[in-house]
């Protein structure tokens, strides 16, 4: 069982920058590919970033390279995510998620999830 605790989240004014963590239980967390969603109100979930197990490989969805930044510290157990550059239409609640080392973007291919923080961006 893996249990993710997501943090960092808040309001601030585009242009900003925000890190959000997300800390996991399990001591199994360096065996994870490990991802980033989002889902605006009325919205969809949506991919943001994954990191691979070993942080060697990272993935961006297109609306969000080159701002944020997706690391982790497996020493840690804890997985970051670097939002720079910040716009309204990244305001979502943002999850994290766990896979067992399965890099993808599909979010039916993680199988624990965090509850989210939300971050909201004012023009």
């Known amino acids: 069982q893996v249990q993710l605790v997501e943090s960092g989240g808040g309001l601030v004014q585009a242009g900003d920058s925000l890190r959000l963590s997300c800390a996991a239980s399990?001591?199994?967390?360096?065996?994870?590919?490990m991802g980033w969603f989002r889902q605006a109100t009325g919205k969809e979930r949506e991919f943001v970033a994954y990191?691979?197990?070993?942080?060697?490989?990272?993935y961006y969805a297109d609306s969000v390279k080159g701002r944020f930044t997706i690391s982790r510290d497996n020493a840690k157990n804890t997985v970051y995510l670097q939002m720079n550059m910040l716009k309204p239409e990244d305001t979502a609640v943002y999850y994290c998620?766990?896979?067992?080392?399965?890099?993808?973007?599909?979010?039916?291919?993680?199988?624990?999830w965090g509850q989210g923080t939300q971050v909201t961006v004012s023009s």
């Open positions: 998620a766990a896979n067992w080392a399965i890099e993808s973007s599909d979010p039916r291919l993680y199988a624990y």
């Open positions: 399990t001591r199994t967390f360096s065996s994870h590919t």
């Open positions: 990191i691979s197990w070993s942080g060697g490989a990272t």
